[in-house]
Structures are given as structure tokens and as C-alpha cells.
């Protein structure tokens, strides 16, 4: 796709201007009203939760040298919510730091405001959130809508938009536990619409962002690799666009971390806080290969840290691998899409310190997916919110995660066309038996009653997280389900002519 594609998809979203217009302001609407609800470690001293570290980080960047963020010093004790994730997410709290010091003083005042929860300061710490998602998440999903889907029925791209901006997680998370997911994985949208478009470049850079931003951007790391390489290798002088690629990347992040380049030991000290081994293979109980095998292996008992990061390590890169050869050897837009799902699988299932939000990072390209696996992603959306019910029913998030996860399902039955022979109800109908509808029948049924005794019932009091134990394998089981299906997918994908005829032309 050039420049042509480009115009197209501008008249598109010129045409419907009232369509996006609508989603866009009733997706803000639903981040609003679920801002409105409590927030991790609200009220709960000493440490609290995310909502006072993201505070924290404003008030560190704010008050103390930028060589000294990552460094334990007298203003920084990094015992309580030391930062760690990359420079860009320092610099995120600094600009937003600056802003609470010029409306709300005391909220970063340097030592005093730990724990600082009055009602402006919450309120302006919401509107961080928002207007990040709004800047940066909100036109990158518009840019791939129209770039990607780029001549499909105008109702299917409407409601492709809804459910990409709707997904209830990414919602939950942000506007209700707090973080800033909406920043790393809008710059992951706008990079892949970039490399859609044969901006290369400006993709290299939007996805250097993406990782300078949250380090768990690296879950997506091998399929860009690979598709990029192969293109590269498709094209003339592939040695020549190879390293044009990694130039860019490289001055990408020598402009990010420029003021901690001045010595050895000062990249070492963030290095060190990007990859904490001390706090072992996972935490909580998350949905991923070494927290639901610990049931029959006691992984922190029997190995030490390191060798379980090597144990993590491979089984990461075993998992990403068919994977990367597929789009190395044959890369395609769709066949991207689905090596961005299962890269991210492989490291959500496999990798080191996962945690329950990590789930994001699959969601991500399963939900831009949405018009070529629906079924995919609304099975995925709802195991994931499963995987995702324990911890937030700590955070008092109970009522917004029926209310959204029931919101998503309304919008995902929403009465459209989607398939040349029929709705989409009857599209999926006819790629399921019978035999698996019962099954599946059956499995939600299951979900509905477990959430109902976890919300209600009190455990036995030998196994107290039995109902987490419970929902991490329930979970864990359809991931693991799903991630062999999209394997097997992308390798079975047909060559995409259409989407994969500019790996002959240069990078632009």
C-alpha cells in the first residue's frame, strides 16, 4: 500500500465523520465513568498500589536530577515503588508531574505527599490517564482501522473501531487499577499501521518508543524482527535496508536514554530496575506456564533464580520461533497480525516476572484481529477479564468488570453484517460442530458459576486461593488453546498478494 492507500483510508475517515466521532466519544464516556471507581491501594497504607506509584514517579522526576531517578539516594528510596520501566516512562512522569505542581502542589510535594489522596488530585491524576489515551491510543487505532481494513463494509469497520477502543481490559486496567498501558500499546498500533503503510521508518521509531515506554513491549520484539527482515530480505540491496532499519533504531534509543549514557554504571543502575530477578518467575497467581505447573513442580523451591530465567528464556524463544520463520520466509500484513499474537502468547505463557496485566499484550493484536478472527478475540477478551477477576475485585473494580464485560459482549453480538454469506453469527457458527458449541456452552456455564462462588462463597480454610488456583488453570487452558490454534493459523495463511507486494518496494 503507498500513497494511494493513504488517500483512500483519509477520504474514508473524512467520510464518516459522525461514525467515528460517536465511538470515539461514548469509548471516552465508558473510561470517564469507570475513573470514577476506586483504584489499586486506594486508601490502603503503607505501600498502597499502582495509583501511588505512578504519583511517586511524578513527584521523584519532578523534585531530583535526572541521574539520580533509578539511583537509591536520600530523596529516592527505591524500596518504596522505585521506578521500573524505561526512560520514556520516567519522562511521561515528569510531564506529568510538572502539570500536578503547577494545579496541585502538595500531590508531588518532594517526602510529604506519599499517600497524598485528596479529591482534586485523584481527579487530575484520572485526567493523566485519559488524555494520554485519548492522544496517543484513540487516533492509532482510527490509523490502523483505516489503513488495514481499507475497503471493507463501512458498518464492519465501525464496529471493528467500537470493540478496539471497548476492549474491557485495557479499560479496567488503566482507568480503574491506574497505569499507562494506553501510551506503550497506542505506539504499538501506530507502529503497526506504519509498517502497513511502507513506513518502515517511522514504524522503527514509533515501536523504539513503544519499548522505552514499558518494557513488556518486548513481547511483540520477534514479530517485528521477523516481518521487517523479511521484507528486507524480499527486497533489492536487503543488506542496505537491514541497516538503514537498524540505524534508526539505534538513534532511537540513543535520544532516549541520552542522559544515562554518561557512564557505564549509570545504565547499568536502570538496567538493573527493568529486570528486577529478585522478585522471581511470577508473582500473584497469573495464567502462565510456570504458575500453573507450580502446582506439580515447585519451580522457586527446586531452581535457583538464574536458572529459572534460563529455563524462561528458552521456552520463550522455543515458543516464539515457528512463528518468526514463518514471516521471515513469507511476510504478509495478516500473517503479521497474527505473528504479534503469538509472539505475545509466547511470552505472556513462557517468559520471566509475568504478571496478570501482561495479558494485554496478546489482546493487542487479537483485537485488531476482531474482522478476521472474531470468535478469536471475544473468547480471548473473556479469558482474559477470567484471568484478571482477582485482582480486580481487590481494587473494588467488581461492578465496572460485569458492567464492561456485558458492554463488550452487547457490541460483539451488535446486530451487523460481516461475511458475504451471512452475519457473523452464522460465519462463526459454520467454523465450529455442533460437538465444540456444547463444549464451549458448557465451559462459560462453568465461568458464570465460578465467578458467583468467588464473589460470595468463603473458601475452605486449608485452601484459601483455591477459587484464584481454579481460575489461573482455567485460564491458562485456553490460552495455551488458543496459542497453538493462531501457530497453526499463521503457517496455514494463504500468500496474502495483496499485502505483501510492497516487500519489493524500499523502505521509504
Known sequence: MGSHGDSSSLVWVLDKKFAIFSTVAFAFLIRVLVSLHPYSGAGNPPLYGDYEAQRHWMEITVHTPVKEWYRNTTDNNLSYWGLDYPPLTAYQSYSHGLALQALDPQSVALHTSRGYETRRSKLLMRWTVLTSDAIIFFPAALYFIAVYYNGRKDE?????????????????????????????????????????????????????????HKQMSAYYAPAFFAHLLGKCLHRQNPFF????????????????????????????????????????????????????????????????????????????????????????????????????????????????????????????????????EPFLFKWLTINSMLSMYPLLRRDGLTICYIALLFLFILMYYAPMQSKEDGSRSNYIAQRFPKFWWALISFYTLFLVMLHVLYLFVQPPTRYPFIFEAVITACAFSQFAILAIYTNIKQWRLPIDKAHSSDVKEKVN
Not at 498501558?181 to 515501536?207: Q, Y
Not at 500484513?333 to 502468547?345: D, V
Request: one cysteine or more.
Open 156 to 212: 464492519d469497520l465501525v464496529w471493528a473501531h467500537a470493540l478496539i477502543l471497548l476492549q474491557p481490559c485495557a479499560i479496567l486496567i488503566d482507568h480503574g487499577h491506574f497505569q499507562y498501558n494506553c501510551i506503550s500499546l497506542g505506539l504499538t498500533v501506530g507502529a503497526i499501521a506504519a509498517v502497513f503503510s511502507t513506513r518502515e521508518l517511522v514504524a522503527c521509531v514509533l515501536f523504539c518508543l513503544a519499548l522505552n
Open 241 to 372: 535496508n537491514v541497516i538503514r532499519l537498524g540505524l534508526i533504531v539505534l538513534g532511537t534509543f540513543t535520544v532516549v536514554w541520552w542522559p544515562f549514557l554518561y557512564s557505564k554504571e549509570a545504565i547499568l543502575e536502570v538496567l538493573a530496575r527493568l529486570a528486577p530477578l529478585e522478585r522471581g518467575i511470577y508473582e500473584d497467581y497469573v495464567s502462565s506456564f510456570w504458575c500453573c505447573t507450580s502446582l506439580l513442580i515447585k519451580w522457586k523451591q527446586r531452581f535457583s533464580m538464574s536458572t529459572l530465567s534460563y529455563f524462561a528464556l528458552g521456552a520463550t524463544l522455543t515458543a516464539s520461533l515457528p512463528s518468526m520463520v514463518q514471516q521471515i520466509s513469507a511476510p504478509s500484513h495478516r500473517g503479521f497480525l497474527y505473528a504479534l499474537l503469538n509472539s505475545s502468547f509466547a511470552f505472556y505463557l513462557f517468559s520471566y516476572q509475568v504478571h496478570e496485566k501482561s495479558v494485554l499484550l496478546p489482546l493487542l493484536p487479537a483485537s485488531l484481529l476482531v474482522l478476521d
